[in-house]
């Protein structure tokens, strides 16, 4: 009986090493690809680990009250050395929630300091019942955000040296198309510009079209077969064939935003901050690299996609090779009054991509007269979205929807 319960403490104790171990990653940076996704993910389900440590600490405690029996001294070890895993554990896994209520005043001040006091109220009635209720909502956490039943279009899109390239177009419940025209989204995804396709934004060009959005979420060609401007001209191929086929899917091409994640984002702040091209009326940026150069000279560290190589591989070569196209593929250096409102998100932890960058871009815009708001996640590493009912795509999804339903509303 005695080894049994000793079998039993030591599981107990194996428990809370593993919840401690999972835990660490909400402060401790991934040094390697591989272990990117235990720093992504660990913040985002930072509140199952919370449970977790929760009932392992319970577990301690019962088990303290047990009988000791002979092997006390070795049995007061264990449990000391639970005790410690599931304390630390415990107050690792609390840190996001406690920073959350911060966060979330910070980004609704950045709202109102960039849309106005009284952007909520510019925004149309019809709209009010399908956003979040809340930035944060535990309920979601547990069962996931809701996902229409919305299945894509697929089209191809043929480039001037004639190339294919694919796209989903997302079309809104019949429910919610209205007689006039409707606004459109157009996602662009991440991938370091080498890998991805359009159903990685699906999840979110889903739950947008579930607003009332004509969602096209669009393709573009890869490194290192295909190096840069290719995929900045494969974006602006495919924003040309939205303007040609807007009147198939009911799109207004007055209201039209880019959406982008990570290589994404910095495609799609390069085609919005465009003077040529389809009109674009709002532009967020989830996460994207803005000044190339710096970023190759002053990486992240730990840097866990080798940034350098990730550039060149882009770029064909490295800032001192190829200075001008450096510079031409820097989104920062095309800042100039005039350009369409935009949302900024980031997430503090970010070892992809420095968020002092993105505060460059933030600042950058705010000095030239643009409308801007920047969104900083405390707790969040790059694709944060990834676990897309998680505390940080919640916070970024209630302003995101709120920001596009500001910036694309019908002409008074």
Do not use: C
């Not at 149309?124 to 069962?143: H, N």
């Not at 009326?281 to 690299?289: D, L, S």
């Amino acid at each position: 009986m005695v080894v049994l319960w000793q079998l039993v403490d030591w599981a107990i104790a194996a428990l809370a090493a593993i919840a401690l171990f999972l835990s660490l990653w909400i402060v401790v940076p991934a040094p390697t690809f591989f272990l990117l996704p235990l720093g992504v993910g660990a913040p985002e389900v930072s509140p199952f680990l919370l449970l977790g440590q929760g009932m392992v600490l319970a577990l301690v405690l019962v088990r303290r009250g047990a009988k000791v029996g002979k092997w006390g001294r070795s049995r007061s070890f264990v449990w000391f050395l639970t005790l410690g895993f599931s304390t630390a554990g415990l107050v690792l896994s609390s840190l996001p929630l406690l920073q959350l209520p911060a966060t979330v005043r910070r980004a609704e001040a950045q709202m109102q300091k960039a849309l106005g006091a009284n952007y909520s109220s510019q925004i149309p009635a019809q709209v009010w019942p399908l956003l979040r209720s809340r930035p944060f909502i535990l309920e979601d956490l547990i069962r996931g955000l809701p996902e229409p039943a919305i299945e894509p279009q697929s089209q191809i899109v043929l480039t001037p040296d004639g190339a294919t390239l694919a796209l989903d177009i997302y079309q809104p419940p019949t429910s919610l198309t209205q007689p006039d025209l409707h606004p459109a989204i157009i996602t662009i995804y991440g991938g370091a510009w080498q890998r991805g396709e359009p159903a990685a934004t699906a999840r979110f060009s889903i739950y947008m079209a579930a607003q009332g959005y004509t969602v096209v979420a669009i393709n573009y060609r890869h490194a290192p077969e295909y190096r840069f401007p290719t995929q900045l001209e494969d974006v602006q191929t495919a924003l040309e064939w939205v303007g040609d086929r807007a009147p198939d899917y009911g799109i207004d091409l007055s209201r039209i935003a880019l959406v982008g994640w990570s290589a994404g984002a910095h495609l799609a702040m390069l085609a919005a901050y465009e003077p040529e091209g389809l009109p674009i009326q709002a532009v967020v940026n989830y996460y994207g690299p803005v000044n190339l150069s710096t970023g190759y000279y002053d990486p992240p560290v730990p840097d866990p996609i080798d940034t350098r190589a990730v550039l060149e591989t882009f770029l064909g070569g490295s800032p001192e090779q190829l200075p001008e196209l450096y510079q031409q593929a820097s989104p920062i250096f095309s800042v100039k009054p005039g350009l369409p409102p935009t949302l900024l998100i980031y997430g503090q932890r970010d070892h992809v991509v420095k968020p002092s960058y993105g505060r460059q871009l933030y600042e950058k815009l705010q000095a030239s007269g643009n409308v801007t708001a920047w969104i900083a996640l405390p707790w969040a590493e790059h694709s944060f979205d990834a676990v897309f009912r998680g505390p940080s795509n919640q916070i970024a999804l209630y302003y995101t929807e709120r920001f596009l339903a500001w910036a694309l509303r019908p002409n008074p």
